[in-house]
T-cell receptor, first 112, second 111 residues
Framework: NAGVTQTPKFRVLKTGQSMTLLCAQD?????MYWYRQDPGMGLRLIHY???????AKGEVPDGYNVSRLKKQNFLLGLESAAPSQTSVYFC???????????FGPGTRLLVL | GQQLNQSPQSMFIQEGEDVSMNCTSS?????WLWYKQDPGEGPVLLIA?????ELTSNGRLTAQFGITRKDSFLNISASIPSDVGIYFC???????????FGTGTSLTVIP
């Protein structure tokens, strides 16, 4: 099992560009999450999904959109990147709401 | 959102020493998790706690779910160099599906 994988590992964008981050899990988990990690702020939830075809807002959803068309994939989109979105993005998945979350290796995004 | 205060922010200790860190919240949580993050990697779960008062060990690591349900503690005994990393607590309140993360404790072990 690969667990949770993220693509790409690193990306540089110019302000206003768009991009999509891909998260894939092979554990048949129902729940998937997108977090951002900034220095001194821990992990903050952007969006999450409780199953295929569903999405919900987390703590810091503005400027991001997500889609869960397949159970194993969770996409995070930035329509018009801003420097404030420079961060490390982590995807996670779990069996259920109280279950352990398994994290991917992260995507480092720099917006100039 | 929920505020989780994790302390200390950083620790520098000698190899072989014991380590203690804690996490407090402003509201009651049903679940506490402790993660470790190595540089350039995602967090990896160390210990999960589901009941107030629960004490759970994982090797040299021991974590406790506070009686008030507003705090949790992690202890590492006889630290070794590979314990270096950032330790995060995460808690889930009564309502909602979200886990909230602490700001992390950075641990440096000096050989």
């Amino acid at each position: 099992n690969a667990g949770v994988t993220q693509t790409p590992k690193f990306r540089v964008l110019k302000t206003g560009q768009s991009m999509t981050l891909l998260c894939a899990q092979d554990m048949n988990h129902e729940y998937m999450y997108w977090y951002r990690q900034d220095p001194g702020m821990g992990l903050r939830l952007i969006h999450y999904s409780v199953g295929e075809g569903t999405t919900a807002k987390g703590e810091v959803p503005d400027g991001y959109n997500v889609s869960r068309l397949k159970k194993q994939n969770f996409l995070l989109g930035l329509e018009s990147a801003a420097p404030s979105q420079t961060s490390v993005y982590f995807c996670a998945s779990s069996w259920g709401t109280q279950e352990t979350q398994y994290f991917g290796p992260g995507t480092r995004l720099l917006v100039l | 959102g929920q505020q989780l205060n994790q302390s200390p922010q950083s620790m520098f200790i000698q190899e072989g020493e014991d380590v203690s860190m804690n996490c407090t919240s402003s509201s009651i949580f049903n679940t506490w998790l402790w993660y470790k993050q190595d540089p350039g990697e995602g967090p990896v779960l160390l210990i999960a706690l589901y009941k107030a008062g629960e004490l759970t060990s994982n090797g040299r690591l021991t974590a406790q779910f506070g009686i008030t349900r507003k705090d949790s503690f992690l202890n590492i005994s006889a630290s070794i160099p590979s314990d270096v990393g950032i330790y995060f607590c995460a808690g889930q309140p009564n309502t909602g599906n979200q886990f909230y993360f602490g700001t992390g404790t950075s641990l440096t072990v000096i050989p």
